[in-house]
């Protein structure tokens, strides 16, 4: 995607570029390929945002058609995007142990409860932000199939391998229909 910057001076592009994201989330807008000309397809497409929206049917893209189609390209574009990542930050050394508790290890558990569904070795740890026995051994196991030291405990190594196994683990879970 380009960046805003490089619309600047271009109107028709930006407002084609809103259009083409729109319509990438919602099959009810019209498809538009962002060429600077507001020819018969951005007519067409305006027209189809405008009647979905309660607008005049015009096509023509006044002040109204161009905030309203401001307003739903921002959370659109959201919708494009990939999901904001989360940086944990393990200070250097860092070790949470057996008996620690720590808001991270509910997101660890969390973590650990979907690898435990694709790697029956890794047992289903409780929820409880705690670093418990079970927790303990769900990571020694995870670790012994990453390759790591088997120490129950939660470091820098075992987060990011954890971090590089969880979105591999839930894109083969299958959703519950």
Excluded: C
Aim: net charge neutral; glycine share 6%.
């Amino acid at each position: 995607m380009r960046s805003p910057e490089s619309f600047i001076g271009q109107p028709i592009r930006s407002l084609q570029t809103m259009l083409q994201v729109l319509a990438a989330n919602d099959s009810t807008f019209a498809r538009v390929i962002p060429d600077g000309i507001y020819g018969p397809e951005t007519m067409r497409a305006v027209s189809v945002f405008q009647r979905n929206h309660g607008l005049p049917v015009t096509g023509v893209t006044d002040s109204a058609t161009w905030n309203a189609i401001v307003a739903r390209y921002e959370p659109a574009l959201v919708e494009q995007s990939a999901a904001q990542g989360l940086q944990i930050i393990l200070n250097p050394g860092q070790v949470i142990r057996k008996g620690d508790t720590s808001s991270y290890i509910y997101l660890v558990q969390s973590m650990l409860t979907a690898l435990s569904e694709i790697y029956k070795s890794v047992s289903r740890p409780t929820m409880s932000g705690v670093l418990d026995t079970i927790t303990a051994d769900a990571l020694a196991s995870f670790q012994s199939l990453s390759g790591l030291p088997m120490t129950g405990n939660l470091d820098k190594h075992t987060w990011k391998h954890l971090v590089l196994q969880y979105p591999l683990a839930v894109n083969l879970q299958l959703p519950d229909v």
